[in-house]
């Protein structure tokens, strides 16, 4: 399939998705997002690929949904177009992990694409921050939802009220990413947590993906609940013979996914 907006790699079991509108500092059109769950999906449905990877420029991620597209909506338009919405519940269908590589600016939609991925690993020059209230509306996917359960309210109220951008020292010490890395290695860093992650049993994978962000939806009872019947249901597969036994034979682990 070819795309405008983003480039697609598949090497070595990784997936890596590149936001590719340079002009526009990978604002999020709808051309954008629909290339972005479509390749995504055929990602999940490719049975080479075992981790995904959304990443952009050196100088933005994505500066957030395509101002210049949302100028002239009305509010009939946005909300009986529901805009955005298939393309994001379609993204967050995908059951194989996705890791955001986040450089230079992640603003607006760009953030809330950042958040809606498993974790995001950014560079040292990465600018994170949800700005809409300068345009005289608020956060639309996420902003004032996830990024309170990942950084509090105190900061999530900051952020979404004064419009200020977080760097990528805040973002690590508030828990919005997980590393941060110099600029030239985000892609080596990212490439490297995925393949890790693609010798792993994609069964306990998916289960992992699935138990935490349950934490999110769920109240602490039903997710140890969760957490603990999958736990269980994993002894029914080769691959948790294999791992154990490996570990106890002193050689690694060969998973099968089964
Ligand atoms: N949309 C469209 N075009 C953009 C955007 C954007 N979000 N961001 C940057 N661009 C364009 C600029 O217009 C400019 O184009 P041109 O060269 O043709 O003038 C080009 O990208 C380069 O940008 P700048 O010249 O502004 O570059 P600077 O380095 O000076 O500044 C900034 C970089 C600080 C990132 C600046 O571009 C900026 O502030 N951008 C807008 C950030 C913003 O407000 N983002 C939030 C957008 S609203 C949103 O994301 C809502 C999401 C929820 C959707 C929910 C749907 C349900």
């Keep these: 399939m070819a795309y405008e907006t983003i480039i697609v790699e598949v090497d070595n079991h990784v997936a890596t998705v590149t936001l590719n509108r340079p002009d526009a500092l990978n604002a999020l059109n709808d051309q954008l997002m629909s290339e972005l769950a479509e390749a995504l999906t055929a990602a999940q449905d490719n049975e080479k690929v075992r981790c995904i990877i959304i990443t952009g420029s050196e100088k933005a991620f994505a500066a957030g949904a395509d ?62 921050g949800q700005p809409e209230i300068n345009l005289g509306v608020v956060a639309g996917i996420g902003g004032t939802q996830r990024l309170t359960r990942i950084v509090g309210k105190s900061k999530a109220m900051d952020m979404n009220l004064t419009g200020r951008f977080m760097d990528a020292t805040e973002a690590e010490r508030s828990g919005l990413v997980s590393r941060v890395v110099p600029c030239k290695k985000l892609l080596e860093e990212a490439t490297g947590a995925a393949q890790k992650i693609s010798e792993k049993s994609m069964i306990s994978v998916m289960v992992v993906k699935e138990a935490v962000n349950r934490a999110y939806e769920v109240p602490l009872r039903e997710g140890l609940l969760f957490e603990r019947r999958m736990f269980h249901a994993l002894f029914a597969t080769e691959d948790q013979a294999e791992g154990m036994g490996a570990f106890l034979e002193k050689r690694e682990a060969q998973f099968r996914d089964k």
């Design 67 to 128: 101002i210049a597209m949302m100028r002239e909506k009305s509010f009939v338009d946005a909300f009986s177009g529901d805009l955005f919405t298939p393309e994001t519940d379609q993204i967050l269908r995908v059951r194989k992990p996705i890791i955001a590589a986040v450089s230079g600016y992640a603003l607006g939609g760009g953030c809330e694409l950042a958040m809606m991925c498993d974790f995001i690993i950014c560079s040292d020059t990465a600018k994170f």
